[in-house]
């Protein structure tokens, strides 16, 4: 085509540009996929269920190391869970695992040597000015 090749072309967005300016108001992209039907998107795994034994299990566990806490330091509820979460957080050991060694020392056990230096230095933050009754 001869008579062409001289004209300038004029510049029109592509269809996906288009597309891409027509959803612009979403903040999203357009999805190349059909759009499927609300309660297949919304399909749970079948895995979903099994952790909760252990979660029941594991939240009794912090429940009763709370119950030793005030017991022991006669703190408050929401003051012996704060100390286990700073305990789990300073020494890098799970809650639950913390809340486990409590309930041993609770029953005679020795503390482990992290967990024991983190929880009288979270005692004697709560409680300044007395002696912690803490673990040793």
Do not use: Y
Request: hydrophobic residues 35%; contains cysteine; charged residues 25%.
């Amino acid at each position: 085509m001869p008579g062409r090749r001289g004209r300038r072309r004029l510049w029109r967005p592509s269809a996906e540009r288009r597309r891409h300016r027509s959803c612009a108001w979403t903040g999203t992209a357009p999805s190349r996929r059909p759009a499927q039907p609300r309660l297949a998107q919304e399909k749970r795994p079948e895995h979903v269920g099994e952790d909760i034994p252990h979660a029941v299990d594991s939240h009794a566990m912090v429940d009763r190391a709370i119950g030793v806490l005030i017991a022991a330091h006669g703190v408050s509820p929401a003051a012996a869970f704060e100390m286990l979460h700073e305990v789990s957080q300073h020494t890098n050991i799970k809650l639950h695992s913390v809340a486990e060694s409590m309930l041993a020392w609770a029953l005679g056990q020795p503390l482990p040597q992290p967990v024991g230096q983190e929880l009288e230095a979270a005692v004697q933050r709560r409680t300044p000015g007395e002696a912690p009754d803490g673990p040793r």
